[in-house]
């Protein structure tokens, strides 16, 4: 949600490695990222810091599992997105989630889940709460490459009086 | 001279007991050295208290090309004959890093062991790194460091707190390698960014 924009961003590991000339610190082993109602859980965090002070976070997934990303919606009560993907890549700045490989996105309403998309990379603006899907992990759909789905659960209507 | 067997007896004689003289002039001697080296070392194990003390002083150490490698002040040092060690009150030890920020460490107490390789900081340690132009203050706090002057490298096995810039890290055990700029955290680490424009110092 867009209250989370101005929240610090907090991670926990077991250990850590920072390299100040690089600017590149590495966390690994049960990383735990949070901003706000955004929770990101991952085997390892790589954080690129720009000179604004702003980080971007490439998530990996621990061995046999997938790294995943939950984050509260405005746009209805009570309504959470939830991610998951091999590599996650978050930019704090633009508030864009990346995930790749295996990659999935659910919508929730409460415990309902209203929008279930796979595919091979999915995209989703944390601003405008927009997902899109891509079929290779490169951004690009290609004929013929992995096969998108997505199920979209209709909404309930508005009863209007 | 009376040539015969008379006299080469004596002469035989006399080099028996010329042997037999420095055989036990040496063991005498040898005798004493030890017993004066273990009188020595006793001496010495005995000695657990300071030989001699300097108070308020500054001490300059020089890199082998000549240049200043650090400069420690401390309110009272006080040696130890028996490890040839220092116990330093209210150290303060400035540096300069490779990009030419001054770095101050200090502390309660300091314990300097192994010919000065070894720099125990304990009690309140505080290390300060100077901003530069691309990087903001940087402030490491613990209840213990072992520093490595010569390496470059600072450990811990406690707490440590590092406000750096934006971010705020803590952890339990750390290494820190000034000559690299790298810093590593063992145990429940963890980092706090705050949004840019706002750092929480």
Known sequence: EKADADKPTNIEADQMFSDDVKQIT??????????????????????????????????????????????????GPDTWLEGYGEKIEYDNKNEIA??????????????????DVTGEYISYNAKTEYYNVYNTSEGVSKPGAGRVKAVIQPREKKSNK | MIQGPKSVLRIRL????????????????????????????????????????????????????????YEATGTKMTHFPVEDSHLIDNPVIYSMNDYSQLQT???????????NTKIHM?????????????????????????????????????????????????????????????????????????PPGRSKH
């Open chain 1, 26 to 75: 590495t966390f690994t082993g049960n990383v735990v990222v949070t901003k706000g109602t955004l929770l990101i859980k991952a085997g390892k965090a790589v954080i690129v810091e720009d000179p604004e002070g702003y980080q971007f976070i490439t998530l990996y997934a621990a061995p046999g599992k997938l790294a995943s990303l939950r984050q509260k919606q405005d746009s």
């Open chain 1, 98 to 115: 990346k995930f790749f490989t295996r990659a999935r996105v659910k919508r929730l309403q409460g415990s309902k889940v209203t929008d």
């Open chain 2, 14 to 69: 006399a080099i028996i007991f010329t042997v037999v003289l420095i055989l036990t002039l040496g063991s005498l001697w040898i005798n004493m050295v030890i017993r004066k080296s273990a009188s020595d070392a006793a001496a010495l194990e005995q000695r657990t208290d300071p030989d001699y003390i300097v108070e308020n002083f500054r001490y300059f150490r020089m890199k082998p090309d000549g240049q200043p490698q």
């Open chain 2, 105 to 115: 460490i200090r502390s309660k107490e300091a314990y300097v062991e192994d010919f």
């Open chain 2, 122 to 194: 304990r009690n309140n340690v505080v290390m300060d790194r100077e901003p530069s132009a691309s990087k903001g203050p940087f402030r490491l706090s613990s209840e213990y460091v072992l520093i490595y002057p010569d390496d470059e490298i600072m450990t811990s096995d406690k707490e440590v707190i590092v406000h750096d810039g934006n971010s705020v890290m803590s952890g339990i055990g750390m290494q820190a390698n000034n000559a690299t700029s790298e810093l590593q955290i063992f145990n429940r680490a963890r980092i706090t960014y705050n």
